[in-house]
């Protein structure tokens, strides 16, 4: 039977083909799923950073008063309704508070930083005065009281 078929010319011009042709290496790279990714943990970034401004919960008061634009994270003192004084999110003591204020304050420029106090709608005032005056007597003159914005308001 070989010898029948010696004389057929073979298809393609003599030349043999291959059964399993391999493609060469694919050099694209398929970024979709990359931006699914990416857009999926903006989406979680955007809901959560909200939630980690402060770690010290306090129901804030509400007030119609805008609000101060600050490009770095303040300095923050917090007064929950156990009448407990916070520096950040570290406890401190009353007599204590300046003195590490001054530390932390002297690190970021001086007492010329700004000082956010919150303080729970339900703390005494006489301790949330207290406090307003430890800064004043040390020497911090930008301060500003946190509160929540009035959502019934025009």
Do not use: C, W
Request: glycine share 10%; aromatic share 4%; hydrophobic share 45%.
């Amino acid at each position: 039977m070989a010898a029948a078929n010696a004389g057929t010319p073979a298809i393609g011009g003599g030349k043999r083909r291959r059964r399993h042709h391999r493609r060469g290496v694919m050099a694209e790279i398929n970024v979709t799923p990359m931006v699914d990714v990416m857009l999926v943990l903006l989406i979680i970034f955007m809901v959560s950073a909200p939630l980690l401004t402060v770690g010290v919960p306090i129901d804030l008061p509400q007030s119609q008063a805008k609000s101060l634009e600050n490009d770095k994270e303040p300095l923050t003192v917090s007064v929950n309704d156990k009448s407990q004084v916070y520096l950040q999110n570290a406890e401190v003591s009353l007599a204590d508070l300046v003195p590490k204020l001054q530390a932390v304050a002297q690190a970021r420029g001086g007492t010329e930083a700004r000082v956010f106090v919150r303080g729970d709608k339900k703390v005494d005032y006489g301790t949330m005065m207290k406090v307003m005056g430890q800064l004043s007597g040390a020497g911090f003159h930008r301060v500003a009281l946190v509160t929540e914005f009035e959502q019934g308001s025009k």
